[in-house]
């Protein structure tokens, strides 16, 4: 058997790819029981039935562990967000609601590891962990499409930067999310409906 590159996987390749799922099947399960904060990786080496050593040897912190779970996650989002892409038609305020309505959606099933991933990246300014982070980037392609698009069309301000509107895209979702780990929160849903609109209006041509 060969890889996608053409790299022939022996039996070794495949029991280490094997032990690897296994690990982040267990760490998943340890960070979502105990939190992220709570979770230690003598806890998710005896989850997954195996030492604390082979774990390290799948990741090499607890930090890097919930990276690896996120990618995971932000990969079927991106998948996901494409399809949907691929199918929206219409204004690009509608476009944009849409797409960000399923992001909140995939967030809000996972707001545990979500939380924790974007508290860690808020306290480690180590340079690994702030790249892996930034590298979730991708899932949010279609988002900035819509925002180049419309310019290109005359939909939204010529004088827009879809950058910094992506920016503030951003800022808006995150904010929308976070109600939903407020005590009086508003549905995250509906948050985001209306602040969102406010932000198109902004955007308009003119």
Known sequence: ?????????????????????????????VFLSEGYEGATIKMIAQRAGVSAGTVLNAEPSKAALLMAIMRDHYETLAESAGHLES??????????????????????????LISAAIGHSWLDDGEAFQRAFDDMAFA??????VFEAGVRSGELRADLDPSVAFACTI?????????????????????????LALLIEGMGAR
């Open 171 to 195: 800022d808006v979702f995150m904010g929308a999310l976070r109600e939903c780990r407020r005590p009086d929160g508003e549905d995250p849903h509906a948050a985001l409906s209306q602040r």
């Open 87 to 112: 199918a929206l038609s219409g204004r690009a305020g509608d476009r944009l609601a849409a797409l960000l309505q399923l992001m909140m959606d995939a967030h809000l099933r996972q707001i545990e």
């Open 1 to 29: 058997m060969r890889d996608m590159a053409g790299k022939r996987i022996t039996r070794r390749d495949e029991r280490r790819e094997a032990t690897r799922t296994s690990v982040l099947l267990a760490a998943r399960e």
């Open 140 to 145: 949010w392609e279609p988002v900035r499409r």
